[in-house]
């Protein structure tokens, strides 16, 4: 059986650590901040998390890009040379063209290297939901599953894999056209949270309002109890802007409501973070839909 690598993107916002942990090898995305421009490492050698949405609260403006086929070509050539397969999980589709990008370069690649399997899944996840979906195609590694069983696996499921996610600022998402400019300052000043979520395209879609933080907070643990399926034996992740203390509080609901034993915590990284913006708690887990 032919030996292979997961690799994705730093969308996917693992830690260096886990990253390790897992074998997974990702592809750094850029960012521009105030005109000078970062890779997203998951180690955050050119950028500190915390500082960087200090420097958004102190309105910077940060811009994100997609990765170029050179940078895929880059990562992926060495693994073929050595003869070793690929499977390849990128962020949504329906938020980037990072997928179109990398599925450029695997074409070139495949043509150049005919014998060796290059697989491409098109996750349709963002943040922790694009690393949880990363996890478990990991830990199928792990286990001995070949890169077809991990693909198949991965297109049946990842619309299983479900987003729910608070916002504390409407301004980053009315930047991105997510909000109306009147949704955003009516939403301010009535201290109303959207809950949004990722849908079947990908795509970020608000599907509810709750007035004030700690409501908000507990309309994700409320959806998750909708759509979860046997949480007491899943690993869960979440992610936040830059406050990890509301992060720690949807975790202990989660423990002290349904049993969850293994919480996974991390900074939504500065290529999600720029349109999502500080304040930003996202909770994901296996769901019967999205």
Known sequence: MSDFVIVTDSSADLDAELASQL??????LRFTLEGTAYHNYPDNRDMDPHLFYDRLRDGAVATTAAANTAQYTELLEPILQVGKDVIVLTFSSGLSSTYHISTLAVQELQAKYPSRKIYTVDTLCASLGQGLLVWYCA??????????????WAERNKLHLCHQFTVDDLQFLKRGGRVSAATAIVGSMLHIKPVLHVDNEGHLINIGKVRGRQGSLKALVDKMEETAIDLSHQTVFISHGDCPEDAQRVAQMIKDRFNVAHIYINYIGPVIGAHSGPGTVALFYLGIER
């Open 139 to 152: 830990k199928m590694h792990e286990a001995g599953n070949t890169i077809e069983q991990i693909y198949n």
């Open 23 to 28: 074998n997974v090898q990702v592809l750094p």
